[in-house]
């Protein structure tokens, strides 16, 4: 309940968590947290129980919070490097289709040069592309050609007189 983005302030820099210790820190439920290692929360699993490092954890859910608060201006991706929006080189971002309605942006950042990745629905892609443009790329699958959406038609969409 309201618990999806806890407060990273919560998360002490300092400090190792484990699974347990982190869910109770922040009010959440272990498996939350255990969800967050699946999505990409780094952990040091070589000592038992496995610890996440505290500002390790921090900037995860900074990450989290950012992103999904201040959704970037559009033709921007954020840069988890440089924490911020960035618009990406040259723009140009590829599109991977990873369902009927969600996809997979990814671009550079023209400053560090590091992978900038961001989830889109699929339907409200031309809200957030700016005048980026969109390549896509099919992800290593067998979603028909029917579900990627016509992104490239600039034009037609402009005239509703
Ligand atoms: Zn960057």
């Known amino acids: 309940m309201g618990r999806r983005h806890p407060n990273p302030r919560l998360v002490k820099i300092h400090r190792n968590y484990t699974v347990d210790e982190a869910a109770v820190t922040l009010g959440v439920h272990k498996n939350t947290v255990r969800n967050w290692q699946k999505l990409g929360l780094e952990s040091i699993d070589a000592v038992k129980p496995g610890v ?3 500002w390790v954890l921090r900037e995860f859910l900074e ?3 950012v992103a999904s608060k201040r959704p970037c201006a559009p033709g921007h991706l954020y ?3 440089c924490r911020s929006p960035r ?3 040259l723009g140009m971002v590829d599109l991977v289709v990873l369902s009927p309605t969600q996809g997979n942006l990814t671009g550079i950042c ?3 040069e590091s992978v900038m990745n961001q989830r889109v ?3 409200t892609i031309d809200s957030v592309r700016g005048g980026l443009e969109i390549q896509i790329r099919q992800a290593e699958s067998r979603i028909a050609d029917s ?4 992104v490239n038609c600039d034009s037609k969409g402009d005239r509703k007189s």
Do not use: W
């Open 52 to 54: 996440i490092l505290g």
């Open 147 to 150: 579900a990627v959406p016509s």
């Open 87 to 89: 618009e990406p080189a």
């Open 121 to 123: 629905r699929l339907a």
């Open 110 to 112: 023209p400053d560090c």
């Open 63 to 65: 990450r989290r919070r």
């Open 79 to 81: 840069c988890m490097r």
